[in-house]
């Protein structure tokens, strides 16, 4: 079976519809084809400060939530980063090959630092560590959002250019991007991603909200001027985002959605979704509950999966650290 590996930040109480379309509902449909590995980095999550007791619940809280969705232990392997070492270590040796300018031309890091009244190296070194937990497991395709395929193509030159200076060691892997949810609107700013970081709370479904708070987010979410629903991205972000949201978690295509909603209004098109979305998240946020009210199977859950990917890993950094020339390991 081919491989697949993506990863999450614990830096929310809540993952939200952006994170569940552009990348979590593949994670979930791959464990059937792949051999799949999925990993909360919470090493990628101090890199903007951070509350440890925070960090900690909201590790378990990812956890529970990637359960909750679907992801079946007994069909991939789920682990914590910082329980796998060597994900930083392969990270110190890619950053050697890694150029300074290379680096900071990722948009991400500039959008992020920008922010910030003092960046931190490990916000510029992010990529990096992210391309070392790719390059660990042989990956083939990476199910992630449009916004992280610039961190795929550093992956995918470091890996070469490492291949061509030691030898052929790693797999090039590729972005697994389905279009059609590769970035879902902020539901207050349709041009602008939905985003832990960036949008309002009425610009955001978490998969942890309440009903009632889901339902009144998307009754308010600004449609556009004009009053047919079709698809239409460039003149249209609002309704189209809401049109991609409603085709995906009712399971109907798009131009089946435009019909049936021919001649009717914003108001009753949106209190469909709402009630679509709200069936669709409230199971999901009673299994998290479930999964957190027993934290010792959740913590057994992640050390098993911890297990399974040292496994892999430790292969591979044995043969990076042979073939950079590293003293034979005592
Ligand atoms: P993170 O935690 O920011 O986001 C998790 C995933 O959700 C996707 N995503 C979206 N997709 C569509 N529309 C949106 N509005 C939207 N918002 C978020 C992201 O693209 C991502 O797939 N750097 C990664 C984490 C990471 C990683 C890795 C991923 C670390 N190591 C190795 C893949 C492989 C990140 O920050 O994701």
């Known amino acids: 079976k081919p491989r697949v590996l993506s990863g999450i930040q614990p830096t929310a109480e809540s993952f939200h519809l952006g994170n569940y379309l552009g990348a979590l509902r593949q994670w979930v449909t791959l464990q059937d084809t792949h051999d799949a590995f999925y990993m909360v980095v919470d090493l990628h999550a101090i890199t903007a400060g951070h509350d440890p007791q925070a960090l900690r619940r909201r590790t378990r809280a990812s956890a529970a939530q990637l359960l909750a969705i679907g992801l079946d232990p007994a069909r991939c392997t789920l682990f914590v980063q910082s ?23 990722m948009t991400q890091f500039k959008d992020k630092s920008a922010k910030q009244e003092r960046a931190s190296v490990g916000l510029f070194t992010y990529p990096i560590l992210q391309a070392a937990d790719i390059l660990l497991y042989d990956t083939d395709q990476v ?55 960036n949008s309002v709370p009425a610009g955001i479904i978490e998969l942890r909200d309440t009903p009632k708070s889901a339902a009144k987010k998307i009754r308010g979410a600004v449609t556009d001027t004009g009053r047919e ?20 978690l009712a399971d109907t295509p798009i131009p089946e959605l435009e019909a049936r909603y021919e001649g009717k209004g914003y108001g009753d098109f949106k209190g469909d979704l709402a009630e679509v ?38 292969a591979t950094l044995a043969d990076v650290y042979d073939k950079v020339g590293f003293a034979q390991p005592v």
Request: no cysteine; aromatic share 8%.
């Open 83 to 105: 329980q796998v070492p060597e994900h930083t270590q392969l990270a110190w040796v890619m950053s050697a090959i890694t150029g300074f300018g290379e680096a900071s031309r």
């Open 229 to 248: 629903i079709v698809f239409d991205e460039e003149n249209k972000p609002g309704v189209s985002n809401l049109l991609s949201i409603y085709s995906v």
């Open 277 to 314: 979305v709200v069936e669709f998240i409230t199971p999901i946020a009673a299994r998290t509950e479930e999964y957190l009210a027993d934290t010792a199977e959740l913590d057994k859950i992640l050390t098993e999966g911890a297990h399974r990917a040292r496994a892999v890993a430790t």
């Open 143 to 197: 199910p992630v959002g449009e916004d992280q395929r610039q961190h795929l193509e550093l992956t995918r030159d470091l890996a070469g250019r490492f291949n061509k200076t030691f030898g052929k060691t790693f797999r090039l892997p590729e972005p697994y991007i389905p279009k059609e949810t590769a970035k879902i609107g902020d539901l207050q700013e349709p041009g602008a991603k939905m985003s832990k970081s």
